[in-house]
């Protein structure tokens, strides 16, 4: 707590923009490493900037945690102390309900129909909803899908999930999607599980397969079911604080350069994703690919529940009609 009243303090009396000579200088914080596909995204979302700009407008990026956890940095982005972050849209659910309709399971069709409504008026409404809450979304970022992994058996069906206490975000939907399958969901802090999983305090998670095998969970899990149940994208914040102070010309630049990162990370993503399955193989993970219909049926019930709001019913009717 007292380093991070030490940064809000340091940070504020920068601002989130410094000035360097004539070039604006911006700061983006998120808690993941350099190498991870989205970081790689945002290094391209950076380059874009400066040079939409002719130099003028930089961003400087901070990774890794080094300004705090997801929601450190959200409350510093509300303030005004920070200008941008990354976080996951299971994240600003919890800010602008909207976004909650990327949890629900089996949404999408495919990645196609995904990114037809990220990339659509559906997305901007979405981004532009946490603007109440001083966070506007710029972009969406490829996260994959996430599935099951266990310890020490696998999930072939979702008759294989019952008795087992699988690991979750703390994030409802994704609570009520385990339960409705079988399993026990259990949420817990992500630096937590691979200890759990070691200990047997859960027999199970489900994450998309960068995170798999960046996470070392693969080492305990030898079990994977790629039934692909949600595809939670990540989300590029700005405060709108900062975005006030943008001009015209300078919101340009930054939504001019937020859209050309997002095709060069999908490639970033997508490259990556080759290599984890290669690796995974390697480790001797076993890899099933199930058949997703039946999981998709175990978890209406979800969809089902998230309808009864008129405007979820609404955004959800538009989705699925695209």
Known sequence: MKQYIYICFLLILSTSCNQLGDKKVAYLAHTLPVT?????????????????????LAVKIFPDGQL????????????????????????????????????????????????S?????????ILEAGSEYLLRGLCFYDAGSRSFYTKNKPIKTP???NGLKIRVMNHQMSVDMVNEMGGSATPMAYGELYTALQQGVVDGAENNPPSFVTSG????????TLDEHSSIPDVLVIGTKYWETLTSEEQSWMKTAAKISVNAQK?????????????LKAANVEIFKPDKT?????????????????????LVDAIQAK
């Open 159 to 161: 008759d294989d999930l």
């Open 36 to 56: 991870h596909p989205v970081h790689q995204g945002m290094e391209v979302f950076a380059e874009e900037v400066l040079k939409q700009s002719n130099g003028k």
């Open 217 to 224: 969970h693969y080492e305990v899990c030898k079990f994977y």
């Open 294 to 314: 039946r999981f998709a049926e175990k978890s209406k019930k979800v969809l089902e529940e998230f309808k009864e709001d008129p405007k979820m019913k609404n």
């Open 267 to 279: 490639d970033f993503w997508n490259k990556n994703v080759e290599e984890c399955m290669v690796k």
């Open 117 to 125: 409504v990220l990339e659509g008026d559906i997305g901007e409404s």
């Open 68 to 115: 705090g956890s997801e929601r450190e940095v959200l409350e510093l982005l509300q303030i005004g102390s920070i200008a941008m972050t990354k976080v996951s849209a299971a994240t600003m659910a919890n800010f602008a309900p909207e976004y909650k309709v990327m949890g629900v399971p089996y949404l999408f069709r495919d990645k196609e129909h995904l990114f």
